[in-house]
């Protein structure tokens, strides 16, 4: 008799929070019945205390996160004591892995999934690091390759291929202990461009293979899907905050004018006819100096700080530091063995995506068709929380809505102990 599939977990709200460079979200939902997930509440505040993906001080990023939380609960009209944390990881660690074990009998049984799924990991797992996420990919029964759910089937050795996510494990403990401040525990760590491609990946684009780009403020992070399943995962520490940088630095203006004109007024496609940066500017850029330089009057003008600039001066700012994020990206993937894996679909999403032309680079660049995504998959959004900067914390939920009780790959990377023994034990561990 082949056994019937767990009941999902979601009876109650749960909450998600996605800590990144430049906001704090957190989002509370719960399973609406139908398979899908409704938004209960939200809030929202600049970050404070986090840099480039990493904790820069405690204190503040504690304070920012208790006012977020907060700021959701009154908003849900609910208080959580835990949530699901979405972060970029640090240094992330990607790699696809395999493991296998004897069955007891000839018939696969739940305790034999729940058995392999067990069984040491630390081979794979690169020093320092920790496991973050597990995506089972498929299980094989002797040599029968591509079984999707092995119960009630007949065999011998059980093996399983599953990707493994890691992240710095001094990175995942201090975003713990900035939630342990506030009352909070961490019931598990999503990586921020997973949950994205969830959000604004359909199951089709996913299942012929696409690549989610999630441009924040800090960071920029980048999921490969393939057959539905998540196979790799990379975070570069370069977001739109350096742009916004650039911008200030070579027009020596405040960060405050420099982030308006790179939102209002920037764009990565110049209006002359070349498209290229002067090399002086290029080397402004790269140096980090706020040398002053002039280039020739070409195209439309903008004004800031009372004086008058070329356009093209602002695209020509912002095009190298984006070329660079993409150079970077593609050279991870080559050095990954990743970039005939990715397919010929790229999505670009988060806050830093949205600037003008952006989509149209990464095209010729990448010789790839992209598109702009936008995260889709719940209700109860409205207009302030369905944006793209929203869709890491949007799939966060849709993520935590699919996992079925006491699920095996869940219990590897999930962060609180199941059951009174297992906190117990944990408190053991932590104490003597």
Known sequence: MILSKTKAITRRPFAVLDIGSS???????????????????????????????EVSELEALSTVIGKTVQAAERDAGISVTSVTVVAPGGTPFSSICKKSVRLSDAVVRRRDIDRLMARNDNGNIPENYQPMHLQTLQYGLDDVRGIADPRGMRGTNLSVDYTLVCGLRTSLANLREALALNHLETDRFLHSAYASGLACLSAEERDLGSVIVDMGGGTTSIAIFMEGKLVYVDTIKIGGNRVTTDIAR????????AERLKAIDGSVMPTDITGVAPDSLREVVRLGRSDNITIPALGTTTEVAGQTIERNLLSAIIRPRIEEILELLHGRMERARMEHTAGSRYVLTGGASQLTGLADLFAKQAKKSVGLGKPIGIAGLDEDSSGPCFAASIGALIHVSRIEENDPT???????????????????????
């Open 23 to 53: 906001k704090i979200c957190c989002m509370i939902g719960e399973a609406n019945g139908s398979g899908g997930v409704r938004l209960l509440g939200h809030g929202t505040h600049a970050s404070a205390g986090i840099r480039n993906g």
């Open 250 to 257: 070579v027009l020596s203006t405040p960060l405050a004018d």
């Open 410 to 432: 869940d219990r590897q990377t999930r962060t609180l102990p199941h059951g009174p023994f297992e906190r117990i034990g944990a408190w053991l561990r932590d104490n003597l």
